[in-house]
């Protein structure tokens, strides 16, 4: 499994926020602020990271923002 340093950035960043413990509700908005990246880049990172099942995304409610949690087994 290939990981760029696109994805290594966010998995820290996920990390950082307490995600390898908890869902964490993060918006896009803020991890492309914390990363220093796009909303199109973060959207097609997570994505990615969703596909090689290294990260778990729940749906937010509402307005309510997704939530990520690191998926290290």
């Given at each position: 499994?290939?990981?760029n340093?696109?994805?290594k950035?966010?998995?820290y960043i996920l990390k950082d926020m307490g995600a390898e413990n908890e869902p964490v509700p993060v918006t896009l908005d803020k991890l492309a602020d914390v990363a220093g990246m796009?909303?199109?880049t973060i959207q097609k990172q997570l994505k990615e990271l969703k596909?090689?099942?290294l990260i778990l995304v729940g749906d937010g409610k509402g307005k309510a923002?997704?939530?990520y949690m690191l998926n290290f087994d």
């Open positions: 499994m290939n990981i340093k696109h994805q950035l966010l998995l796009s909303r199109l596909e090689d099942n923002p997704n939530s």
